[in-house]
């Protein structure tokens, strides 16, 4: 059984650039999440896909934005990039009918 | 909404000795999951434990089991006979049973194992 990946592990942009995150679901998973942990935080919640839809969204502004292909595969884009999205990014799968979320190892996102 | 919060920020134990870490947690639905995750320096977050609110059985998981009263809404996990792989920053988290994706994660604990 595939884990969760990730891709890049880390990232360096400058303020206003746009970013592209990539996430991989764990096999049988069809669902995906995204959250941001600041540094010594706990992760906030971005946004869930199901069936290449948003279906629910944390308090995270328009900037931010995703896709999820067929074969459950995702994206997270973060336009005009500030200072504060500087954090890891994590992606978690899940099968919609279960409860538990397996995570991947992050993207670590440094605004400069 | 829903928040969780973890009160200790910091934990130490000895080695072989039990720990246990706290959580509450807020909410007016009856229908919810709790999990504990662990996430070590390496950073991936590890999936610990999960209690179903249905169940009044308390889950366990090997050295792991919690505590779950859900009238106080509380959810503590006890980490036994521990070992120095244990050491991490522990998160709790709640997802409501509507929510399929969204987990709302407390500021998490660094456990610390002394040998």
């Known amino acids: 059984e595939t884990g969760v990946t990730q891709s ?8 206003g650039q746009q970013v592209t995150l990539r996430c991989s679901s764990q ?30 969204r944390g308090n ?32 978690a799968s899940s099968h919609r009918d279960r409860g538990e979320q397996y995570f991947g190892p992050g993207t670590r996102l440094t605004v400069t | 909404a829903q928040t969780v919060t973890q009160s200790q920020p910091e934990m130490s134990v000895q080695e072989a000795e039990t720990v246990t870490l706290s959580c ?12 504990w995750y662990k996430q070590p320096p390496s950073r991936q977050m590890i999936l610990v434990i999960r209690q179903e609110a249905y169940k009044q059985q308390n889950a366990t998981e090997n050295r792991f089991s919690v505590n779950f009263q859900k009238a ?20 709790c988290a709640y997802r ?20």
């Open chain 1, 27 to 56: 096999s049988g998973h069809n669902t995906v999440s995204w959250y941001q942990q600041a540094l010594g935080q706990g992760p906030q919640f971005i946004f869930q896909y199901y069936r290449e839809e948003e279906n629910g």
């Open chain 2, 24 to 35: 509450t947690y807020d909410t007016s639905e009856s229908d919810y999951y709790l999990f």
């Open chain 1, 8 to 15: 890049p592990t880390h990232l360096i942009k400058t303020r």
């Open chain 2, 72 to 91: 106080a809404k509380s959810f503590s996990l006890k980490i036994s006979d521990s070992q120095l792989g244990d050491a991490a920053m522990y998160f």
């Open chain 2, 96 to 115: 409501s049973e509507a929510s399929y994706g969204k987990l709302t994660f407390g500021q998490g604990t660094i456990l610390t194992v002394h040998p």
């Open chain 1, 60 to 91: 995270f502004p328009p900037r931010f934005s995703g896709l999820q292909f067929p074969n459950y595969s995702s994206e997270l884009n973060v336009n005009a990039l500030e200072l504060d999205d500087s954090a890891l990014y994590l992606c």
